[in-house]
């Protein structure tokens, strides 16, 4: 199935300009960028950001810049890239999928010491959606074990926002049982006993909630901001206890010196750490990782008041191998609650 995903994810590509080994047919004067990104950011790329980026290179350079694009799932595309997905930048949702390529040989530069926030392009929290009016009066993550409700979440082994929602009951309960990890477990049992829908991305989640499945939905609180800007009609719930989302972005270096386009890659990628494309990024609800930015639209994202982040959970290596490894503890508590 991944590898279906990440063969996709190349046809996709070479339907929108040619691929990455018909470069050269863009034209003169012209390069291309190709990037593969987690869906949730789609519309902030396609919409604003890379236009004007275009726009910034064409008039800083005299050169035109065209994007070949992918959107899947985070770690689909990190598998994908992996197994030969020509992606010169990867803007994927967690520093797990990052490190997939890395260890792959294909990110050769400390990918952490670029930008203002260790290598993040942006951040949210993880938040619920739920019904207008929030009929079930859903507050906390202990809501979503009642019998009367039913949740919707994407699933861990293809999607990294996924794991972020995992992680922030996991360090919930985890919080309020002062570091019980037997209370935490079954914590994680009853809110999987409640998941009635499973799917491949947060996206397609998504989709699935707005298609009148489940009463609450576990999600990026900016996909939520996102689909109430479009106009779409549910409440954008925040547990007091949640996790901070950090999205990282690396350049591919083995993509980009086989491409030869080093230079507008990580033009790119600088450009959006300017502060004018993290306020695109807020305005498609994202919290700025740029300091200064994120100061002037703070009156826009509320401050959970036990917001915690993952290195509360002593890091992602530990979490990966803790949570998500082949026996770990999700796996467990899915094949208890689920079956085999």
């Known amino acids: 199935m991944v590898i279906r995903i990440g063969l ?6 070479v339907a929108a300009g040619g691929g990455a080994g018909c470069r050269k047919g863009a034209g003169e ?6 990037l593969a990104a987690y869906t949730v950011p789609k519309e902030a790329y396609e919409e604003q950001l890379i236009p004007a980026f275009r726009k910034y290179w064409k008039e800083k350079t005299g050169r035109d810049v065209v994007f070949q694009t992918s ?7 990190a598998r994908a890239i992996v197994n030969g997905l020509e992606a010169d930048v990867a803007a994927l949702s967690l520093e797990g999928d990052i490190d997939l390529v890395t260890k792959a040989g294909l990110i050769k530069h400390d990918w952490k010491s670029r930008g203002p926030a260790g290598g993040m392009v942006t951040a949210s929290v993880v938040a619920l959606g739920v019904r207008p009016g929030n009929p079930k009066g859903i507050k906390d993550w202990e809501d979503l074990t009642r019998p009367d409700v039913d949740v919707v979440t994407p699933d861990p082994a293809t999607s990294g926002g996924a794991m ?5 009951i996991w360090g919930a309960a985890l919080r309020r049982s002062g570091g019980d990890e037997a209370a935490a477990i079954e914590m994680l049992k009853r809110v999987r006993a409640r998941i009635k ?15 009148g499945v489940g009463d609450v939905a576990i999600t990026y609180e900016n ?3 996102l689909r109430l800007r479009k106009g779409r009609s549910y409440d954008l719930v925040l547990p007091p206890a949640t996790i901070r989302i950090d999205n990282p972005i690396a350049v591919v270096d083995a993509n980009v010196d086989k491409h030869g386009n080093r230079e507008v890659v990580e033009a790119f ?4 750490w300017r502060e004018d494309s993290q306020r695109v990024f807020a305005d498609y609800g994202f919290r700025p990782v740029v300091p200064s930015v994120a100061a002037e639209v703070a009156n826009r994202f509320p401050q959970p008041p036990e917001l915690f982040t993952i290195e509360d959970l002593d890091g992602w290596t530990a979490v990966r191998e803790k949570l998500y490894s082949q026996d770990g503890i999700w796996a467990r508590v899915n094949r208890e609650v689920a079956g085999p």
């Open 8 to 13: 996709l994810a190349v046809v996709v590509m």
């Open 29 to 34: 004067g012209t390069e291309t960028i190709v």
């Open 71 to 77: 959107y899947v799932a985070s770690g689909a595309q």
């Open 164 to 168: 972020w929602n995992v992680n922030a």
């Open 197 to 211: 829908a499973l799917d491949a991305s947060g996206r397609e989640s998504m989709a699935t909630f707005e298609r």
């Open 223 to 225: 996909e939520l901001l």
């Open 269 to 272: 990628v600088e450009f959006l």
